[in-house]
């Protein structure tokens, strides 16, 4: 059985794009002049806090964004700028020298009888090879 793994990993400013259009998704629009910092965090699961200053003369909110958060928000990042994330990909968070990434796992679940795969050797065969 055929496997396919990408990663796909985040810098810190398409992490921010992304968990902004979540929260506008999620009716709570923040601007990009509020946010003052994001933590990634990976204690077991991964996680993110984005620190935003509303108010000038308050201190940060601290806004917690649990895996399946993180998750739709990066799906939907992808999504919007032309990443391609094939839907029966597994799709896993990680965190690796604080870089944020997506691991997408696809597994070829076909299965071939043996007459078809005697016609695809036939197809793809050229003097007793199989063509790659």
Do not use: W
Not at 18 to 28: D, E, G, N, V
Not at 89 to 105: G, P, Q, W
């Amino acid at each position: 059985m055929a496997s396919e793994v990408r990663h796909i990993f985040f810098e810190e400013h398409e992490l921010i794009r992304a968990l902004m259009k979540y929260s506008l998704i999620k009716r709570t629009p923040i601007e990009f002049k509020q946010i003052k910092s994001v933590i990634i965090n990976n204690t077991g699961t991964v996680s993110a806090t984005m620190m935003v200053k509303k108010v000038s003369n308050e201190l940060p909110v601290k806004i917690d964004y649990t895996t399946a958060e993180l998750a739709a928000a990066l799906v939907l990042f992808c999504t919007d700028t032309g990443i391609i994330l094939p839907r029966r990909a597994s799709k896993i968070l990680n965190v690796d020298e604080d870089l944020l990434h997506m691991t997408l796992i696809v597994k070829d679940k076909r299965e071939y009888g043996d007459a078809k795969i005697e016609r695809l050797i036939k197809k793809y065969s050229r003097g007793g090879g199989v063509k790659v």
